[in-house]
Each structure stands twice: as C-alpha cells, then as structure tokens.
C-alpha cells in the first residue's frame, strides 16, 4: 500500500474546541492548516458533552413540568399523565447537534482549513501518521498542536459494558431504565441524574467525598443538595462504589460504609470523565518528549498545550471621549 505525503504549516489534532478554534484563526491569517480528526468535528462539547446534555436536560424540565399539571387542580382543570417518546428525543437532540457541527465544518472550509478525518499516530515533533480509509497519509508540518480533548474513565470493580455505561449512552437512550445509580456528584454526574430523574426514573448518587460539587464554594452547593432532596434523588456521600452485584436483570451497587443499593431492574452506574491525551495515539511516553540528539524545545511534544504562538492582529487605536479635541 503506498504511502500519501503531504505538509503544512500549522497541524492541528483533534476537532474540538480548543482544536477547530485555533485552525480557524489560523485559517484567517492566511496560515496554511491542516486538521485531524478521528470522529465527528466538535469534540466532546458538541457531540457528547455541553450542546446535547443540555438539550437533553431541556426536555427533561418541559416532561417533568407536563407532569405537574396532571392530576387534581384547584381550578377544577384536568389533565392526563403525560408520556414521552424517548426515541423522537434523542433524534431532536442529535439534530440540533448535527446543525452545529456542520457549522464548524463550514468554518473550517470557508478559512481554507484542510480537514483529514482518522486518527492520528505521532511519529516525533514534526511528522503525523494518518489512517485514511485504509490508505497511510504521513503529514510534515512545522508546528503541531495536540488538542486531544477527553474520554469517559471506567472504574476497574465496573469496566463499561452492559448496565454499566458512561457518560456517552447515558446522553443516547433507547429507553429509560427503571433506576439510575450516578457514580461521582460531580456537575456531569448531577445534571445528568437530575434530567433522568425528571423524566421518570429513580436516581441514586454515589460520592465519595462528604458533600456534592466539592470543587464549588459550599454555599453554592446548598441549593442544589435542596433541590436533590425536592426531586427525591437518595445521595450516598463518603461511600465508594465497590461493584455490581447480583445476577441477569437485578443488579446492585455495593458499597464501602453500611448502605447497600437495593436491587433493581436495569439499574446502571455512570463513571465521571476525565481529561486524558488518549484520541492521538502517541508513540512513546504521552508526557513531554524529546527526539533524540534534539537541541531545541521547539522539537519536543507537548500533550493539549499549544506549540505555536499565532500572530495577532494589531489593536485599534481609539482615542477615549475625554481626550477628544474639542
């Protein structure tokens, strides 16, 4: 199979946020581009993160809100419970996440950024190895940038895989599972439990630390442990998660401390993501690394941090009311 060589300027890997950005204002300073990505464009913030929880958390609030209007009224007005079809959700919210994606990729071409789609093997500081379709395309740039974005980190007592999924499916259901255990009080693993229990399902939390959003001030932490509490969603804090146990369709979560989940059909757990340099598959360590005989910084990899200061533009220079000739 023969290989295909190309070069550039500027190689960016991976279509996230920090990668799709960088590209475009290279683009529009006329800085030959090149951009890898191994998915869809958007990263995780578009495709799996930010845009569609937060559809999904949309029309999570506008069930559970239906929901409050059936049953007894003082006004004499009633309504029936109100169902909801899991299925034309999910495809809204994909929709809404294929419009702004092609957004990007619109963006990309519009500046002159060359998109190569495959995953990306870093041979040393200056060379990117690319799987196209079956066919090799070894790239040559004089500067690269890794923005290799995240990926859901699985627990060892709970590899993913059946019940056990990540962040991911838990945002692509095909149905609604009776129970929800969210492994993690972080921000992910809360809105997502909040949005699942809205639509109906029972949640349970699991943290190990002794209070939720650890990383917040703790007067802001307040209203959101009250509105758990007003939801109905049961917080394990100082626990960790040991496994599942039990058989088939019954699962539960065991625990350090005495508690113990009881078991319920279809019940899953949700691991928090975490940073990780893993979508570029890098030769060698993954931390800073220097080819051999190399007696410059500028030759060494550096994971998720930009090698290439771009220029910017000047500023205006514009003359405040007070300084203005009168």
């Known amino acids: ?12 890997v991976g ?23 191994g998915a869809d464009l958007g990263g995780t913030c578009l495709n799996i993160g930010c845009i569609p929880s937060k559809a999904l958390i949309h029309a999570a609030d506008a069930f559970h809100q239906a929901t409050s209007y059936a049953g007894e009224s003082p006004l004499g007005i009633r309504t029936g419970t109100p169902t909801i079809a899991i299925a034309r959700t999910v495809a809204w919210k ?3 996440v294929g419009r702004l994606t092609g957004g990007v ?31 090799p395309l070894r790239i040559r740039c004089e500067h690269l940038l890794l923005a290799t974005g995240s990926q859901p980190v699985e627990l060892t007592s709970m590899p993913f ?10 945002l692509a259901p095909s149905t609604l599972p009776d129970h929800l255990v969210v492994v993690g009080a972080g921000y992910i693993g809360l809105e997502l439990g909040i949005a699942y ?30 509105s758990l509490k ?26 350090h401390r005495p508690r113990h989940i009881p078991p319920a059909l279809r019940t899953r757990s949700l691991a928090r993501p975490r940073s990780r340099t893993s979508r570029a598959l890098l030769v060698g360590q993954s931390r800073l690394r ?4 190399s007696t410059s910084s500028s030759d060494c990899l550096l994971p998720a941090l930009p090698v290439l200061r771009l220029p910017m533009p000047p500023r205006p220079v514009c003359s405040s009311p007070a300084s203005s000739p009168t």
């Open 161 to 170: 895989g059946g019940n056990v999924v990540s962040s991911t499916e838990v």
């Open 1 to 12: 199979m023969a290989m295909t060589h190309s070069s550039t300027t500027l190689l960016v």
């Open 105 to 135: 990729g619109a963006l990309l071409k519009k500046n002159g950024v060359r998109v190569v789609n495959g995953w990306a093997r870093i041979l040393d500081g200056k060379t990117v190895e690319v799987d196209v379709g079956g066919e």
């Open 15 to 37: 279509g996230g946020p920090g990668g799709y950005v960088a590209a475009i204002r290279a683009g529009q300073l006329g800085i030959p581009t090149v951009l890898v990505e």
């Open 230 to 255: 007003r939801l109905g969603i049961a917080v394990h804090l100082e626990a960790s998660v040991l496994g599942l146990a039990g058989q088939a369709d019954k699962r539960a979560g065991a625990m």
């Open 197 to 226: 229990r809205k639509l109906g399902a029972r949640v349970t939390i699991v943290e190990s630390a002794g209070r939720a959003l650890l990383a917040y001030d703790e007067e802001l932490v307040k209203p959101v442990a009250a």
């Open 94 to 96: 994909d929709a809404i």
């Open 290 to 293: 220097c080819p051999p005989g």
